[in-house]
């Protein structure tokens, strides 16, 4: 009936890429979208070097790739039409929704960069955007 799509290693390649295209933007450091991913410095340059070679990553970083992907287009829903750029700013300015009283997204998930911290941190982002 409803049936999910299934994630295939193209998607889970084509997520670490746009993460790693859109780091700057996000005010990301290539250390800290690998402490974001919970992976070394170098894992991270030797999976994104791979010149379009399919990837299979772990499961624990598939998730973090799907929760922070999930999290930019809920910021995205949440800005006006066009205004792309509201998101990146929302990720790196001290903001006081969400029970972040006045840091930002960024600090708060590289303060505690665990996936179940991500994970109710985008649960509360999505939440704003129904």
């Known amino acids: 009936m409803n049936e999910l799509p ?16 859109h780091r700057e933007q996000w005010g990301l450091s290539e250390a800290e979208l690998a402490t974001l991913l919970s992976v070394t410095v170098e894992t991270t340059r030797k999976w994104i070097s791979t010149d379009n070679k399919t990837l299979k990553l772990p499961a624990d970083v598939v998730d973090r790739i799907g929760l922070l992907l ?13 205004q792309e750029r509201m998101a990146f700013e929302w990720f790196q300015k001290p903001i006081y929704l969400w029970g972040l009283n006045g ?22 982002v999505r939440s704003a955007t129904v």
């Open 103 to 124: 840091i930002s997204i960024r600090t708060h998930l590289l303060n505690a960069p665990h996936s179940d911290v991500l994970a109710e941190f985008v649960r509360r």
């Open 70 to 82: 999930s999290l930019h287009k809920s910021l995205i829903l949440l800005t006006p039409f066009e």
């Open 6 to 21: 299934r994630i295939t290693d193209k998607h889970e390649t084509a997520g670490l890429l746009w993460l790693s295209d």
